[in-house]
């Protein structure tokens, strides 16, 4: 899923090629990052246009090329946040009860699994895109200690389930 040092540096400095290299390798990442915090996919797709976009745009403000995975995820996060805050500040009552309460969100339709919100999103983090304690603790702001935990009451959840 990481790019070369290389293609990341020549995506610092501008090179289309090495973009299109970048948004390959880590397509998938982000859309999981954000559909932990949006409701709908049209949400999620708007998101991850502007999360690939502003990137782009910034690109060159990226500290080194070993920043670049980080940088990623935290830019998805920041633009899935601000789209849940947006979209609460601008819901009122009659969108509200038409969106449905027990809707699952695209992230619970991913792992349809009886498990928290933060287990399902830590046990993908972790599962799916391989990403280190260190990283899963900053993306969702908490401690690794708690990540840990969150990830290994899903782990015990999982085998539960599929024991039965």
Known sequence: MNVSIRTA???????????????QAYRKLPYFIIVAYVKTKEDAEDVYQETFTRVLTNRSTIASPSALHSYLCQTARNCAIDCAKNKEENLNPEVEESLGEN??????????LNLSVEEKTI??????FGLSW???SELISIPMSTAKLHYHEAKKKIKETYSK
Do not use: H, Q
């Not at 046990?123 to 799916?128: N, S, T, V």
């Open 9 to 23: 540096t020549n995506f610092i400095r501008g090179d289309d090629v090495a973009a299109a290299e970048v948004y």
């Open 103 to 112: 809707e699952p969100t695209p992230l619970e339709s991913l792992l349809p």
């Open 123 to 128: 046990a993908g983090y972790r599962i799916g």
């Open 134 to 136: 260190k990283e899963i």
